[in-house]
């Protein structure tokens, strides 16, 4: 599908929560060059998060929620579960017709989203993660029966300005939820701990972490660019009797590998256990 281009008028986009993931969203659609501040709008209740994002985005970010809603195509609710439901409230008397509406609400089902708004609202579950803030986010997502397929195209074509967009029945969201959602927060993890290995063997703070961060970003760029298996890719890098695989059996030895299967899996399990209210 091709991306929004430019030239073209884009959909209007308006963002309900700029915390951390509504803030990553206006950052990746203003860097995609197909957005410009007018473009968006977005509405906190906080009016420090307001002012923020008007003062580093250049973003309107009105003081009522119905300023904020004017004119949207799309608007993402991007608030924690526990406030779906004031958030829902607030939004549903000013959105118009056939307006979609992105949840990112981490275990939230689609049901509870539409028993909330009018029944010609359009709702999308997204999963996406804090990399779309650089336009390299994972982005999972569910339509809802009732969205129409020209409108469920132009947010699939906004949500690819973010990264990359995989379309997955709602039953593996919440699944999705701990390798998406989560994923990154253990890779910053790893990031971490290589950084703090070159510094522990003598290397510079900065440099350590330059290059613990590109090896992680080299590596991901194989295995998509590649198509080859992680294991395949491991094996070409561990030669026999060489550095790396002293290095693996330690990682396999202390159950590394275990361990972040739990971590996505115990994740997971959160995400079904999440609440609104």
Known sequence: MPAVKEQDKPVKVSIVGAGKMGEAIIAGLLSSGAYKPSDLKAYDISPERRRYINENYGVECPETIDEALEDAEIVFVAVKPKDMASALSAISPHLKPETVVVSIAAGVPISYVEEHLPENVQVIRVMPNLACRVREGMLVYTPSTRVKLENLDKTVEVL??????????EEYLNLATG??????????????????????????????????????LGAAKMVL???????????????????????LLELEERAVRAAFISAVSKAAEKAGRLKTR
Do not use: F, N
Request: negative net charge; charged residues 20%.
């Open 179 to 216: 390798l998406v959602g989560s994923g990154p927060a253990y890779i910053y993890l790893v990031i971490e701990a290589l950084a703090d290995a070159g510094v522990r063997m003598g290397l510079p703070k900065d440099i350590a972490l330059t290059l613990a961060a590109q090896t992680t």
């Open 160 to 169: 690819g300005l973010l990264g990359r967009t995989v379309r997955l029945g």
């Open 225 to 247: 660019e590649t198509g080859e298996h992680p294991a395949r890719l491991k094996d070409m890098v561990a030669t026999p009797g060489g550095t790396t695989v002293e290095g």
